[in-house]
């Protein structure tokens, strides 16, 4: 199930924006609150995917909201909506925000439920990549405690790592290998 939630100091878009994310999306719950404030006080005790926010809002705008939620959440996908067009708005959200997209007031149904749909497929592919790394960071770990392992004890019993082999490379066995 995919947590989203949505941020506008208008109540009506809150409840037309849920409404249209719920009829299209089966798989997800949505909080939605019309206090920046308020919610970020929600996103510091639970997690979410995906956030929404309006630019203009009276407490904080879009961008100072994001901020600090990608410093509370920061593998959460961040997406502004929008009434104005603003280009330094824009710079500033992909910058200190990392927003993932800017949405255009008034939306269109099917390209807001695309974009979340993408946002979350790639939020999916962001926390897979993250768990893929730290596996292998913990491998190379192991790898390296086992070769450290290895080298110590070439080093304090040489005979017992000594290969003989013959002209093509192939390890001979010696018959006094061969008994207890």
Request: aromatic share 6%.
């Amino acid at each position: 199930m995919h947590r989203i939630m949505l941020v506008d100091d208008e109540e009506s878009i809150l409840k037309s924006l849920r409404r249209t994310i719920l009829h299209s999306m089966i798989d997800c719950e949505i909080e939605y609150y019309t206090d920046p404030v308020v919610a970020l006080k929600r996103a510091a005790i639970t997690p979410f995917e995906l956030f929404l926010s309006d630019f203009r809002m009276p407490h904080m705008t879009g961008v100072e909201f994001l901020t600090e939620i990608k410093d509370i959440q920061p593998e959460s996908i961040r997406i502004i909506l929008s009434g104005y067009n603003d280009i330094n708005a824009c710079k500033d959200g992909i910058n200190k925000a990392q927003i993932y997209r800017f949405l255009s007031k008034p939306w269109q149904n099917d390209e807001l439920i695309l974009t979340i749909e993408q946002a979350l497929s790639h939020r999916a592919v962001i926390v897979e990549n993250r768990i893929l790394a730290d596996e292998l960071r913990e491998q190379r770990a192991k790898l390296n405690l086992q070769k450290n392992i290895i080298e110590t004890a070439c080093l304090l019993h040489p005979e017992l790592f000594k290969v003989d082999r013959d002209e093509t490379g192939a390890i001979i066995i010696h018959d006094h290998m061969l008994r207890n």
